[in-house]
């Protein structure tokens, strides 16, 4: 069955460490996103990408990277950390035919930032 | 820009009485619009998506009608049952460009006995 993986599941990192989320999809699908969930916020696009070596910003980018070195893989970075990136992160894939839009998540990362 | 707005954020109903989760929205063109729906420990999935042809989208007894005059894509089930209590986030994809979609804050949808 087709699916999003994301490793790690939890992560627990000290401020100005540096994070790497990394998202894995069977889906064969071309886009790919990075989303954060805190409560009263809902989901918030960081970075997506259309393809392998494409990456977008989304809707609050600072403070993150993305890299898509292949159609699979999506990794979101956190060069310095810093306790408000303490969230949830979510992975999706998906496909877009003139609007008719699905988008698969992943099972979600807790980062923890101290 | 583009922007989803759900009012309620948390919601708490009977079984067995009907649902209505609130959803407005503001784009320049035309959108899709969609319901995701989050189960406790979950990830986010597609519940309903929005029909160009006035169709009304229904799925495990949701139904949702696109109003473009008051540009509202609210929920609606006429039996609230246990197990729909989970977290509700309403959003859009603006149609034009770039494949981004818009969440709403979420309505948090607790069903009691």
């Known amino acids: 069955e087709a699916a999003v993986t994301q490793s790690p599941r939890n992560k627990v990192a000290v401020t100005g460490g540096k994070v790497t989320l990394s998202c894995n999809q069977t889906?064969?699908?071309?886009?790919m996103y990075w989303y954060r969930q805190d409560t009263g916020h809902g989901l918030r696009l960081i970075h997506y990408s259309y393809g392998a070596g494409s990456t977008e910003k989304g809707d609050i980018p600072d403070g993150y990277k993305a890299s898509r070195p292949s159609q699979e893989n999506f990794s979101l970075i956190l060069e310095l950390a810093t306790p408000s990136q303490t969230s949830v992160y979510f992975c999706?894939?998906?496909?877009?035919?003139?609007?008719?839009?699905?988008?698969?998540f992943g099972p979600g990362t807790r980062l923890t930032v101290l | 820009g583009d922007s989803v707005t759900q009012t309620e954020g948390l919601v708490t109903l009977t079984e067995g009485l009907p649902v209505m989760l609130n959803c407005t929205y503001q784009s320049t063109y035309s959108p899709f619009l969609f319901w995701y729906v989050q189960h406790l420990n979950e990830a986010p999935k597609l519940l309903l998506k929005s029909f160009t042809d006035n169709k009304r989208p229904e799925h495990q007894g949701f139904h949702a009608t696109l109003h473009k005059s008051s540009s509202s894509f609210h929920l609606q089930k006429s039996s609230a049952q246990l197990s729909d209590s989970a977290l509700y986030y309403c959003?859009?994809?603006?149609?034009?460009?770039?494949?981004?979609?818009?969440f709403g804050a979420g309505t948090k949808l607790t069903i009691k006995p």
């Open positions: 999706a894939s998906g496909e877009d035919w003139g609007g008719y839009a699905e988008q698969f």
């Open positions: 959003a859009l994809r603006a149609n034009y460009g770039n494949e981004k979609i818009t």
């Open positions: 889906n064969n699908h071309n886009n």
